[in-house]
């Protein structure tokens, strides 16, 4: 028989959930997914479509997204310190600062919380009780969880 042998990669790559949260990017992978959608017809099979196409194009493009995400981050959190250091270099008295500290510390705060919610997005509010810190337990239940969701097969219907 004289059928391609498909290889894989590297294994298993991760995509980070919570930019699919920005509607810009889900405009963005939308827009992508039509336009890919048309070469399909330029491969005998949905597999071969799916690895030498799509695969490349959708992992190229989360990777662009999510470094610009870090980027933006990154930024926001060095105007948020220079603010901080404005005000205290300042000759205005302290008590007058004490708002501006305020508000910059909560943002930076903020900043820094929704980045690290992040992580336990495999913890649903049920394994928890009310303001419990996440222990062995939740880590386990949660890596059983990834390896549940973990995709083995891409199927095209269509």
């Given at each position: 028989?004289?059928?391609?042998?498909?290889?894989?990669?590297?294994?298993?790559?991760?995509?980070?959930?919570?930019?699919?949260r920005?509607?810009?990017?889900?405009?963005?992978?939308?827009?992508?997914?039509?336009?890919?959608?048309?070469?399909?017809?330029y491969?005998?099979?949905?597999?071969?479509?799916?690895?030498r196409?799509?695969?490349?194009?959708?992992?190229s493009?989360?990777?662009?997204?999510?470094?610009?995400?870090?980027?933006?981050?990154?930024?926001?959190?060095?105007?948020?310190?220079?603010?901080?250091?404005?005000?205290?270099?300042?000759?205005?008295?302290?008590?007058?600062?004490?708002?501006?500290?305020?508000?910059?510390?909560?943002?930076?705060?903020?900043?820094?919380?929704?980045?690290?919610?992040?992580?336990?997005?495999?913890?649903?509010e049920?394994?928890?009780?009310?303001?419990?810190?996440?222990?062995?337990?939740?880590?386990?239940?949660?890596?059983?969880?990834?390896?549940?969701?973990?995709?083995?097969?891409?199927?095209?219907?269509?």
């Amino acid at each position: 028989m004289d059928t391609p042998i498909l290889r894989m990669g590297r294994g298993r790559w991760k995509i980070n959930i919570a930019m699919f949260r920005d509607e810009r990017i889900l405009d963005g992978m939308r827009h992508k997914w039509a336009l890919r959608k048309h070469h399909k017809r330029y491969y005998p099979r949905a597999t071969l479509w799916w690895v030498r196409y799509v695969k490349k194009q959708l992992r190229s493009f989360v990777r662009y997204e999510e470094a610009e995400r870090r980027s933006h981050l990154r930024q926001m959190e060095n105007y948020f310190y220079a603010c901080i250091c404005d005000i205290l270099r300042s000759y205005t008295p302290q008590e007058d600062n004490w708002p501006a500290l305020k508000r910059y510390k909560a943002k930076m705060v903020k900043l820094h919380t929704d980045r690290l919610n992040t992580v336990l997005l495999d913890n649903e509010e049920g394994d928890r009780i009310y303001g419990e810190e996440p222990t062995l337990f939740h880590e386990l239940k949660m890596q059983k969880r990834r390896t549940a969701r973990t995709i083995q097969k891409v199927q095209v219907i269509g």
